[in-house]
């Protein structure tokens, strides 16, 4: 049996079935388990555990360094410059955005991600 979003082969035991498709348990994680941006909870818990030791992960830390370097930028901006997906992008920033320390605004017509602390927008 394949998965039907990565093709890798799964033991008919050990599948999980979304929206019709049959998965393995890495596509279905990635699937229910998408972090929101808008999480007062996460916001909170981020807040409370910031002040002990921030530490972000190599590409939240990339994409909290481009921002800050040349924000604010659409998504597509900054996925291509990074040569990462949108869906990389989102997971990694909700945690910037728990952080307070990148957030999404609008300019114009467009979504543009800046530092959190940027007035401007």
Same mark, same amino acid.
Not at 7 to 19: K, L, V
């Given at each position: 049996?394949?998965?039907?979003?990565?093709?890798?082969?799964?033991?008919?035991?050990?599948?999980?079935?979304?929206?019709?498709?049959?998965?393995?348990?890495?596509?279905?994680?990635?699937?229910?388990?998408?972090?929101?941006?808008?999480?007062?909870?996460?916001?909170?818990?981020?807040?409370?555990?910031?002040?002990?030791?921030?530490?972000?992960?190599?590409?939240?830390?990339?994409?909290?360094?481009?921002?800050? #370097? *040349? /924000?604010?930028?659409?998504?597509?901006? $900054? !996925?291509?410059? @990074?040569?990462?997906?949108?869906?990389?992008?989102?997971?990694?920033?909700?945690?910037?955005?728990?952080?307070?320390? #990148? *957030? /999404?605004?609008?300019?114009?017509?467009? $979504? !543009?991600?800046? @530092?959190?602390?940027?007035?401007?927008?």
């Amino acid at each position: 049996m394949k998965c039907e979003k990565c093709g890798d082969g799964i033991d008919p035991d050990e599948t999980y079935e979304h929206s019709g498709r049959t998965l393995c348990e890495d596509c279905y994680l990635d699937i229910v388990a998408v972090p929101k941006t808008c999480d007062p909870w996460a916001v909170y818990s981020a807040k409370n555990t910031v002040s002990q030791e921030m530490a972000l992960t190599e590409a939240q830390q990339k994409i909290f360094d481009l921002i800050k #370097a *040349k /924000g604010p930028l659409t998504l597509e901006q $900054v !996925c291509s410059q @990074l040569g990462i997906s949108e869906e990389a992008f989102r997971n990694n920033f909700a945690t910037l955005r728990h952080m307070e320390l #990148a *957030k /999404g605004c609008k300019m114009g017509d467009r $979504v !543009c991600f800046t @530092l959190f602390d940027d007035q401007s927008n």
